[in-house]
């Protein structure tokens, strides 16, 4: 299987029509057809359902385009990273962000990291820390921002300079509204909009014995969508602080939890990871920047 044929297949499956994909790959029809058919004898499977007018995929083909899609973007970052082993002033670094508004602190140093570094690209993928964590571990990311303690065994890090905490969001024509932060018991019974990851480690600790009075109306990766849903009223979601815009002409309130629920960020990476020269000089700057200071790697001291 090669990647070239890969790359056949994700743009058939993108454009959903053979001719369009055979133009934007500057290939003919027939060779590009030729190439798919050799690929589903490969693999034994039918990749593609062909219509009148269009090409859908099948469940092989859905699977095969998951995979494809991790394969090609790890071909292409290792072509990326051998061009620029010999550039210290250029080049791609992948991140992978969890929501925070720590990651100013992030975009602070890539700012100052391109005045000597001006040829530096970063890409950036956001998701939750088990998303970002999942392609950091394929080796399709350089460095993760998560919002949980890291496996000292997997990864090296370096803590945020801040720590976020948590908080509810909702209407501000709410009674809660009134209160200057709020209780597991305030939040008893209501509906609660939360992520999975944050309901199982951060707020069934926090609430401790009153965990089971607390009630998951829904789970959102994303804090924004699950604002628009508060607003509607029909739940209170549970967030970190600065991520929804709660100023007045919003709509919606921000009160903090108590107990105040901390929560650091941590910028991680694999501990076995070859880096680029780039790379490598980007991991010094963060380490001298957001500790000073607490230049040091999990579990030294």
């Known amino acids: 299987m090669e990647i070239r044929t890969l790359r056949y297949f994700l743009a058939v499956a993108r454009e959903e029509n053979m001719s369009r994909a055979a133009g934007l790959l500057h290939v003919t029809q027939p060779t590009l057809s030729k190439a798919l058919k050799s690929l589903e004898d490969e693999l034994g499977k039918k990749l593609f359902t062909r219509h009148s007018f269009s090409i859908s995929l099948t469940e092989e083909g859905v699977l ?16 990326q990273e051998f061009v620029s082993l010999d550039d210290i002033t250029g080049g791609d670094i992948y991140f992978g962000l969890a929501e925070s508004y720590q990651i100013r602190f992030l975009a602070r140093e890539i700012r100052e990291f391109k005045k000597i570094s001006p040829g530096l690209r970063y890409h950036i993928t956001s998701g939750d820390t088990e998303q970002v964590t999942e392609k950091l571990d394929k080796g399709l990311l350089d460095f993760a921002v998560i919002c949980e303690t890291p496996d000292e065994r997997k990864y090296h890090s370096v803590p945020f300079p801040e720590a ?12 809660l509204s009134e209160k200057d932060s709020l209780t597991a018991e305030d939040l008893a019974g209501l509906p609660l909009f939360c992520s999975e990851q944050s309901w199982e480690n951060d707020i069934r600790p926090w609430a401790g ?12 990766r994303l804090s924004y969508n699950g604002s628009m849903f508060a607003k509607e009223n029909l739940g209170i979601l549970l967030t970190l602080n600065d991520l929804i815009d709660t100023s007045p002409k919003s709509g919606l309130v921000f009160r903090p939890l108590f107990p105040r629920l901390d929560m650091k960020m941590y910028l991680i990476w694999n501990k076995y990871q070859s880096f680029t020269p780039l790379a490598d000089r980007f991991i010094k700057q963060i380490r001298a920047s957001f500790s000073g200071q607490q230049d040091f790697l999990p579990g030294q001291k």
Do not use: C, T, W
């Open 64 to 79: 095969l385009r998951n995979r494809a899609e991790d394969l090609v973007s790890m071909a292409d970052k290792i072509e």
């Open 164 to 175: 976020d905490y948590f908080g509810a969001v909702f209407p501000a024509n709410s009674p």
């Open 209 to 220: 014995h009153r965990f089971p009075q607390l009630r998951l109306e829904g789970s959102f």
